[in-house]
């Protein structure tokens, strides 16, 4: 993540997070993904009620992730997000998510990915993202076509 337009989201990792080996069962980064994506849309772009208040969702039509290390039940993890390309049609976001161990060293890498997502109606037709939802989105960009 190269960008200065980082969004950091604090986790607590949850009991219910964790699989019978008491690390974060992979599915669950997904999950991780979503809070900081969505925690980055309330407080930089809108919220998401107020997204599909516009006639449009952003659902994930891809995405990857590469484990480094596990996370377990009770882990203070971060999630950084940011916006990593944006189109009329499309934005990617790109995740890393890192456990501190309070050592005062460089957190620890657990996670790394991204989810790209589509600009659909509710009825799933292709649309453009809304010129107000660009504006804002296209301010901390890593890339766009827009220009």
Same mark, same amino acid.
């Given at each position: 993540? !190269? #960008?200065?337009?980082?969004?950091?989201? @604090?986790?607590?990792?949850?009991?219910?997070?964790?699989? !019978?080996?008491?690390?974060?069962?992979? !599915?669950?980064?997904?999950? %991780? &993904?979503?809070?900081?994506?969505?925690?980055?849309?309330?407080?930089?772009?809108? *919220?998401?009620?107020?997204?599909?208040?516009?006639? &449009?969702?952003? *659902?994930?039509?891809?995405?990857? +992730?590469? %484990?480094?290390? $596990?996370?377990?039940?009770?882990?203070?993890?971060?999630?950084?997000?940011?916006?990593?390309?944006? #189109?009329?049609?499309?934005?990617? %976001? +790109?995740?890393?998510?890192?456990?501190?161990?309070? #050592?005062?060293?460089? *957190?620890?890498?657990?996670?790394?990915?991204? +989810?790209?997502?589509?600009?659909?109606? $509710? !009825?799933?037709?292709? @649309?453009?993202? *809304?010129?107000?939802?660009?504006?804002?989105? #296209?301010? &901390?960009?890593?890339? +766009?076509?827009?220009?």
């Amino acid at each position: 993540m !190269a #960008s200065k337009h980082i969004h950091h989201t @604090t986790i607590r990792v949850l009991y219910g997070d964790t699989d !019978a080996g008491g690390v974060v069962y992979n !599915a669950n980064y997904l999950r %991780f &993904f979503e809070r900081g994506r969505t925690e980055l849309m309330r407080e930089w772009v809108l *919220p998401y009620r107020e997204i599909e208040k516009l006639g &449009f969702i952003l *659902p994930v039509t891809e995405c990857w +992730s590469r %484990f480094k290390a $596990p996370a377990y039940y009770d882990d203070l993890i971060i999630v950084e997000t940011e916006v990593a390309e944006l #189109s009329r049609l499309k934005c990617k %976001f +790109s995740y890393r998510i890192m456990r501190e161990d309070g #050592s005062g060293k460089k *957190p620890r890498l657990l996670v790394k990915g991204y +989810s790209v997502h589509a600009a659909v109606t $509710p !009825a799933g037709k292709l @649309t453009r993202l *809304p010129e107000e939802i660009i504006q804002k989105m #296209s301010q &901390f960009a890593v890339e +766009s076509d827009l220009k």
